[in-house]
């Protein structure tokens, strides 16, 4: 070992033990006759001193130091003259008495702080550099834990990990794969997982019972901001489970990880909204709860008082924002242009001001009266300010949803040590699509039907199956989907029918999955289970939206690594061998 | 939940219960006026019970029951009238009050037994039914415990499980890699790991200190015996340590998983030998310990007698194998034969049996002094038959230790309940390859040289660089490799002078591990590591010497997934928008 400690484990119990520590320089300052270094590893900071009657030979390494240099110091710890309570190690230094340099560091292109000077490109380029600062080593520690955690309640709970193939067949559905040519297999691919579901689903079939594993997932999509190419599952499945037993099973791995690694305690149960209710009260399917602010549907109250824009309107909605009726003609008019944008898509935005005066924008079509029904209807307070949407009801209800957030990130209730989680159920089963003219499946083909919509299920009457609910849940914290799930459909004739609302031939069926179909010939268990979104759920837990700080190597929206360089060209011989041409250069000079 | 308990946990003390199972028919069986099920989950196997008075509904379901429906049994715990001692439940049964169906189950095209009457390619196309059988599920079980132990000593130890890219940048060195092309980078290829080697470097150089991950890694290699294409490790590297220090690190790891996870105890250090030992001794890299027998060098006994084929040799070795001086001329044929066999490659067999008579084949030209000089020199003892072979002296050596592992087979002297860990140092650094003429490194470009090969490092002499030892270490169990790794080398002078020797232009070291080099610029601190070959060390540990058994799905020896049909041809849509052609058919109708 180049050292008997770290730099964050000495204490002033440990005054006058000789120790030796390796570690980067992080500072380099010279007071009077004194001269320090703040030694820097993973564990913390300890200050080196010397003055300037130590050993000319440790006086000129010190003189040869740079910022991230990589030293081994050996000295006594002593007591400082003037502590730092900030720092776990603030009571001591270490008296150099050697100092040797490891390995030299060539100036950084960044500032190795807890707030870097670096642009994020340059950070991405040097990522090695960038994960020494505080943040991310804090990011990576805490992802670490959050795994520990998750496999000690797992394993507690009798989940065997189970790791499954990553060179698997491709069976288009959902998004796009990623496909890996085979060379012993000439003109064929593998597919790398969107998520291990076909194969966690043969495992219950196995008998496994209770399956999980944190999983590297694949999707070969158009990188919307904050989405990775790869991602990371914890993935679960549970034999002979009803939907109240999942709920409860992962209910309960949330709440060990918010007091294991966060110290918080959920004492009651989380809430449970369905998908209706989510779309009718908070317009999203995942609701931030930090905050009220609920939306309520206002169009009878509204409607027949000659007011044509609302008359004409399938849907009118509102919220009432606390304490802002004082908004100025510029806020408001500020507003409209921001529910007007093509990310929120409002044609225009109605207000109502409850302060000592009544001011709304629709003075004109409701009396006073009128106004004070409409504002009773949405639970509005003296000194509230009552936004008002209206259009076609899914489309506005997202836009109403939209505008809520915002109100809500405006008036800072949307804070990232709040944590609020609930369980989102009674999904829709199927989504129609026009364009396509066929349903697809809102989860994924093997999401089961509730029990109590199997005949509308089994009937041939489009409106019907648009109203089955799939027997799905999600689990959403502060705002996000951090995991999903369903109970499976463990009976192949529920399955056929599936794929025939899907559109899928009997024969696209039997190539696509024909491996699942025909395993739940030979006894398949009912079963269900969840996945949670790892990346997510670890930066929540720090308190961030963005995923990309807790994940060690991440790639841009471009997919790449710039880091590393990554994709590149492969050699001509290597495509000979994989029997491939790109065709990539000739469309180019076309 | 469609049980309140499993089919392994019900006990004597639980009689008088009513209780609720669920799981798979293993057996139906009538015994005069009573009808018996056993079912059986993941847990263990419960008797159903039910006479002939029982509720009518309850015999028709049973009547109706075959091998491996899944079925929801309500009952009384009862004591047995004969109880069966070999089961942890053997002393109770279900006197059956209602059961269900919920899944029937086509006839298993094998039995679901200890020991099915399936081949290997109908278990394989079948293998959530092969997993069903209890060698399959205590294989992966035993692997889940293996995991969980080894992560909990690792993190007792500091280290951070970090997850590292999937998709990373192709670097040909070794291996083949397994391509995935980027559709969002026309032309531009991803490359899947062959191990996280650099990543895991990067975050030594990112101040991370102790890292570790059991991760998948890929190689697209003609598949010998018991290799996958996927294959995972238990990947590990530490910072500011020396060998000693990495060597007691996971001589502890793999200690506490024999302890853990076997109940097996070591507390003597494990054995060390260096690569020259090892060869001359046991004449592989990998020795077995579990049996003596070791080899002996006697080029100069049995030199200068005019015995030609010896006097011409560069090496001959023996060994003496206990207790065989009775082998019959047939029996000693045979072996000359299987020594012939181009998997060994001996030119022949000389043999000399120490019974009450000595016999041998050579006696033409040696006396029987020197025959006993011969036997002193191998340290044989009456009763022994002494082998001998002859020839170039690595190859030589590498047969006899392919025939010392064949007589210690013969013998039952290779046990798989017989645990013989050890360290194997001193590699060479680098292996020249007359073909190419020129040098490749022996486990991979970043391995260091021992500190005090440094000279010979940097010396232009061919000589003198084959004579470089590697800072490298392999950890070997029963004759088999299960980890390997060594020092890095962190300084880019080193690193540098490697890849020159390695024949890498500037130029090629710089676009195949430019940003790894570049990293090292800003303070790369020394470190080392290993990685462990995770499906043999758990295939080992349950005793088996294939690892397939304990991959929940693997592929065969064409890289195929025989169950799901992958890898598989995938859409023309999909190859143009990867900008792709295969070029394969094209090569089959020329």
């Known amino acids: 070992m180049y050292r008997t400690n770290t730099c964050g484990e000495l204490r002033l119990s440990d005054a006058g033990k000789k120790v030796t520590l390796a570690g980067w320089v992080q500072r380099i300052r010279k007071m009077g006759s004194l001269n320090f270094v703040d030694l820097r590893d993973r564990y913390g900071i300890t200050q080196l001193v010397a003055d300037d009657s130590a050993d000319p030979k440790v006086l000129e390494v010190l003189n040869s130091l740079g910022r991230e240099f990589v030293i081994q110091a050996k000295g006594i710890v002593c007591e400082r003259q003037s502590k730092n309570p900030k720092m776990p190690t603030g009571d001591i230094e270490i008296k150099l008495e050697e100092i040797v340099v490891l390995n030299s560091a060539a100036t950084p292109p960044f500032t190795i702080e807890e707030q870097s000077d670096g642009g994020e490109d340059l950070r991405a380029k040097y990522r090695y550099l960038d994960l020494r600062r505080g943040p991310l080593q804090r990011a990576l520690k805490l992802r670490h ?273 709040v944590f609020k989680p609930l369980w989102v159920t009674d999904f829709p089963l199927l989504e129609w699509d026009d364009e396509t003219q066929r349903f697809y499946a809102m989860h994924h083909p093997f999401t089961s039907p509730k029990p109590e919509d199997l005949d509308k299920f089994f009937s041939n009457d489009k409106e019907a199956l648009a109203q089955v609910k799939a027997n799905a849940y999600d689990i959403v914290l502060n705002g996000n989907e951090i995991g999903g799930g369903s109970i499976r459909i463990h009976d192949r004739k529920v399955q056929e029918r599936m794929f025939e609302i899907l559109g899928f031939t009997h024969e696209q069926a039997e190539y696509r999955f024909g491996f699942l179909m025909n395993a739940f010939k030979f006894g398949a268990p009912p079963h269900g289970g969840l996945a949670f979104g790892f990346d997510r759920l670890c930066a929540l837990f720090g308190g961030q939206e963005t995923i990309r700080d807790y994940i060690a190597f991440p790639k841009n929206n471009m997919g790449r690594d710039v880091m590393a360089e990554a994709p590149s060209v492969i050699d001509d011989a290597q495509m000979d061998e994989l029997f491939l041409k790109s065709t990539y250069k000739k469309e180019e000079t076309k």
Chains 1, 2 share one sequence.
């Open 145 to 417: 834990q959050m795994a520990i955690e998750t496999r000690k309640y797992l394993d507690s709970k009798d989940f065997m990990e189970i790791e499954t193939p990553f060179l698997i067949k491709s069976t288009p559905e959902g998004a796009r794969d990623f496909v890996v040519p085979s060379r012993m297999n000439p003109g064929e691919f593998y597919a790398l997982p969107q998520s291990p579901q076909t194969f966690k689903q043969l495992l219950m079939v196995a008998g496994f019972d209770r399956y999980c594993q944190i999983v590297r997932c694949f999707r070969d999509e158009d990188l919307r901001a904050d989405r990775q190419p790869e991602f990371t599952q914890i993935d679960c499945e549970m034999s002979f489970v009803e939907r109240e037993d999942v709920l409860q099973m992962f209910e309960g791995l949330v709440k060990h990880l918010f007091k294991n690694v966060k110290g918080i305690e959920f004492n009651e149960p989380f809430e449970r909204i369905t998908y209706d209710e989510a779309m009718n009260y908070f317009g999203s399917d995942k609701p931030d709860l930090r905050f009220g602010m609920q939306m309520h549907e206002i169009t009878s109250v509204v409607q027949g008082h000659g007011f044509s824009v609302f008359d004409s309107a399938e849907y009118v909605g509102a919220i009432a924002v606390p304490g802002c009726a004082g908004y100025s003609r510029k806020q408001t008019d500020e507003l409209t242009e921001w529910v007007k944008r093509p990310q929120v898509g409002a044609k225009g935005l109605v207000f109502i001001k409850l302060g000592d005066e009544v001011k709304s924008s629709i003075d004109k079509f409701y009396t006073p009266e009128q106004i004070q029904e409409i504002a009773k209807a949405c639970d509005a307070q003296k000194g509230d300010l009552i936004l008002i949407l209206c259009g076609p009801k899914h489309k506005t209800q997202v836009a109403l949803g939209t505008l809520r957030l915002e109100m809500g990130a405006r008036l800072g209730l949307r804070k990232g040590d």
